[in-house]
């Protein structure tokens, strides 16, 4: 008893009982609850308490530019590990000479003996459920079903620093390194991080291990509190080193959360720039198909209230009973065209769509965007049926095996002109509405957190004096749309407003519970009045 009382660790204490006290039965139970409890990131209460700040009082840091971490990848595998050090040292045969690789504590390591320590598991002991129950212990998976545990972490941190100042350089070098040390080090976490200059702009790659020395693994979460708490760190480091930076969520901003209901700019830039209109990209196909599909992508008008039908085991059941099964209805259907019939209403004028637009025009195949199309939006060949994501697949494969259709003829753009105009709009629309309900839904999250920890103050600002002002109809367009319009690369980011002409727009503060007209917030977004601290608080 004297040994348990010693151990003030709550995880510690938990483990002494699972090993000493409990029966085996019992253990297996304790376990399986342990398991399924939520985890929380140890710095998510940090992100939102930060968060709400800003948005409450629009307050910034200074008039620097936004700290960048990014999310490179992670790896289960010791060799993935290995290479992944290799990029980050530049030891590879076309790299022309390494990097200085440095440790948690800011120390210069040699790159050779930097994963020493590490104690890297073997992919033999990392090996996932359903690789153990393969008899080749899933040879032929992909390393992300093979393996079960992720071994590292790959960040990378920027802040727009030129690479030929040295004064900033030797600032960033410091601010990294406090960094590292106050996110990771301080909680026994391995890292070996460097500094690249082969852009325009210096970057750190931080390589993290995943499990720290104390125990405790590095998790990231969907909602992104993980990546709010190392922005806001970096921020405040690199700015007392001398990088004036700054670390404030685009929503979260006054000024750009008005461009981004307004339309004006998005919420999070696309991946590929470039224009990605059908218009543009394929002509001929889009003036034979435009119209089908702009009708296909008009808002559908709300069905009404039908009775609800019975289910399905009611409707068999009179058949079962007489002991005959009702037989399939229609007439049967072509084998080349079986797995697009589960895929669309009209199969045929389908794949014919899908063929014509993959023979492309002028000579040129367009094969590969055809194929994007079918797997990620099948809806712009046909009407589409309730499917399960396998189905793309298969009515691909099928469809790929029937030979490429002759080029399209070139067709007069005014026909491309006017379908095209007429899908832009409605693009336009839709990226306006996916612009709101992302910002309505962040706000939305950032209140429900803080109403978990009792900052009802934070959760009554961000209801009532941001949330209350998003008035705009989804229907009405603020911003007309023109060819071409949001599809090229995004722009160089505008200075930012000083503070001394930065003011705050006050807002008439509504009730705790009042929902935004922007958007019907689903149930698991409903804030509720708390009764205190919740078991998976923020604090841990």
Same mark, same amino acid.
């Given at each position: 008893m004297r040994e348990v009382q010693n151990i003030v660790d709550t995880e510690e204490w938990w483990r002494h009982r699972l090993g000493r006290v409990l029966a085996s039965d019992d253990e297996e139970v304790v376990r399986a609850l342990l398991r399924c409890r939520r985890r929380q990131p140890s710095g998510a209460w940090m992100s939102n308490t930060w968060r709400a700040w800003s948005v409450e009082k629009s307050w910034r840091r200074n008039d620097g530019p936004q700290v960048v971490v990014k999310v490179a990848g992670r790896r289960k595998s010791a060799a993935g590990v290995k290479a992944c050090l290799r990029y980050v040292v530049r030891l590879r045969p076309a790299d022309l000479s390494p990097v200085p690789l440095f440790n948690e504590f800011g120390a210069e390591v040699d790159p050779l003996a930097g994963l020493t320590t590490w104690d890297l598991l073997a992919d033999t002991e990392n090996l996932s459920r359903k690789a153990r129950g393969l008899p080749d212990q899933g040879e032929t998976l992909p390393e992300p079903e093979r393996l079960y545990h992720t071994q590292l972490h790959h960040f990378i941190v920027s802040a727009r620093v030129p690479v030929g100042d040295e004064s900033l350089r030797s600032a960033f070098w410091r601010g990294v390194q406090a960094g590292v040390d106050e996110l990771f080090a301080a909680k026994g976490f391995q890292v070996l991080w460097a500094v690249h200059d082969d852009a325009a702009f210096l970057h750190a790659h931080v390589l993290v291990k995943a499990q720290s020395r104390f125990g405790p693994r590095l998790r990231l979460d969907i909602h992104g509190e993980t990546l709010d708490q190392l922005r806001q760190v970096f921020a405040e480091v690199l700015t007392q080193a001398g990088v004036s930076v700054q670390a404030v969520r685009r929503e979260d901003r006054g000024e750009l959360r008005e461009e981004m209901m307004s339309g004006r700019t998005f919420v999070r830039w696309p991946r590929r720039p470039g224009n990605g209109d059908l218009s543009c990209r394929a002509p001929a196909w889009f003036a034979r198909h435009g119209g089908g599909l702009v009708q296909r992508r008009q808002p559908r008008e709300p069905e009404p209230d039908r009775p609800r039908k019975s289910s399905w085991w @009611?409707?068999?059941? &009179?058949?079962?009973?007489?002991?005959? +099964? *009702?037989?399939?209805?229609? +007439? &049967? +259907?072509?084998p080349l065209l079986s797995d697009f019939s589960v895929l669309y209403h009209e199969p045929l004028a389908a794949q014919r769509c899908w063929r014509e637009l993959a023979a492309g025009e002028g000579g040129r195949g367009k094969l590969a965007l055809a194929s994007w199309y079918l797997r990620r939006q099948p809806e712009i060949f046909g009407a589409t049926k309730p499917h399960a994501p396998e189905a793309r697949e298969n009515a691909l494969t099928e469809v790929r095996k029937l030979p490429l259709l002759s080029p399209l003829p070139p067709v007069s753009n005014a026909t491309v002109i006017a379908w095209g105009t007429e899908y832009g709009q409605l693009r336009q629309k839709r990226r306006l509405r996916r612009n @709101?309900?992302? %910002? %309505?839904?962040s706000l939305w999250h950032l209140a429900r957190r803080c109403a978990e920890v009792d900052d009802l103050r934070s959760v009554q600002v961000i209801l009532g004096r941001v949330l209350s002002g998003l008035h705009w109809p989804f229907a009405e367009m603020v911003v007309p749309w023109e060819p071409g319009m949001n599809e090229d690369a995004p722009p160089q980011a505008a200075p930012p407003i000083p503070l001394s002409e930065e003011r705050e727009r006050i /807002? &008439? %503060?509504?009730?705790?519970? /009042? %929902? *935004? *007209?922007v958007l019907d917030v689903p149930k698991s977004a409903a804030i509720l009045p708390p009764s205190g601290r919740a078991s998976g608080s923020m604090g841990r």
């Open positions: @009611r409707q068999w059941l &009179p058949w079962c009973r007489d002991g005959s +099964v *009702p037989s399939a209805m229609g +007439v &049967p +259907v072509d @709101r309900v992302t %910002v %309505v839904k /807002r &008439p %503060v509504s009730s705790l519970n /009042r %929902v *935004p *007209p």
